[in-house]
């Protein structure tokens, strides 16, 4: 398993303002993912974040609007940018330990007035 | 694209058994099984490999049927701490990506 933190875990923000969450984990790992989950709703994926490739996005989502960072093994960011109140949401880091299995971040819980 | 869960909602006495459903319209390479509780982080509960293998622990079990590209939960003998929401997360192309189902809501009550 894998001990994972994020901070901020919430925050109330202003429209057109940028938001950076933090997702740091315990122990090397080489696949990060990023997830927006809304409330009572399922997850969805944002993009998966490896240490020394660009991130890659899913349908629906793009670099300009949500990019990521992946410095090292242990640590990513995600920057919610230009918000809007339609980006009011969880928004949870997972990371995968090599065993085929996404052990999940607290998460971060974001409203945009 | 989505997994469908079924039922959205069950609700039990402690003891009773229950079965969540997901069912895929792609074919599937793996699927997984998560419970999440209000206000926190889904816990991973088991990971099922195409082969129709089943899994187990405790009094939480699951099945995986490739060829009608469905996976059952089940539980037996419920206890209070089973209640959350529970979600399949199904990776169709053997990426480690997942695309997570509709999800379940489990109550369990004394």
């Known amino acids: 398993s894998a001990v994972i933190s994020q901070k901020p875990s919430r925050d109330i923000c202003q429209r057109g303002t940028s938001l950076t969450i933090q997702c740091q984990v315990d122990?090397?790992?080489?696949?990060m993912f990023w997830y927006r989950q809304q409330p009572g709703q399922s997850l969805t994926l944002i993009a998966t974040?490896?240490?020394?490739?660009?991130?890659?996005?899913e349908s629906g989502f793009v670099i300009d609007k949500f990019p990521i960072s992946r410095p090292n093994l242990t640590f990513s960011t995600l920057t919610v940018s230009n918000m809007s109140p339609e980006d009011s949401s969880i928004y949870l880091c997972?990371?995968?330990?090599?065993?085929?299995?996404?052990?999940f971040g607290p998460g971060t819980r974001l409203l945009v007035l | 694209q989505q997994p469908v869960q079924s039922p959205q909602a069950v609700i039990l006495r402690e003891g009773e058994d229950a079965v969540i459903n997901c069912s895929s319209s792609k074919a599937l390479y793996s699927v997984h099984w998560y419970r999440q509780k209000h206000g926190e982080a889904p816990v991973f509960l088991m990971i099922l490999l195409k082969g129709g293998e089943q899994k187990g622990h405790d009094k939480i079990s699951a099945s995986f049927n490739e060829k009608k590209q469905q996976s059952s939960l089940y539980l037996t003998a419920s206890q209070l701490s089973y209640s959350g929401t529970y979600f399949c997360g199904t990776d169709p192309f053997n990426t480690d990506k997942l695309i997570f189902g509709t999800g379940t809501r489990l109550q369990v009550f004394p």
């Open positions: 997972s990371v995968d330990t090599g065993t085929k299995t996404q052990y």
């Open positions: 122990s090397q790992v080489t696949m």
């Open positions: 974040a490896n240490q020394g490739s660009e991130a890659t996005y």
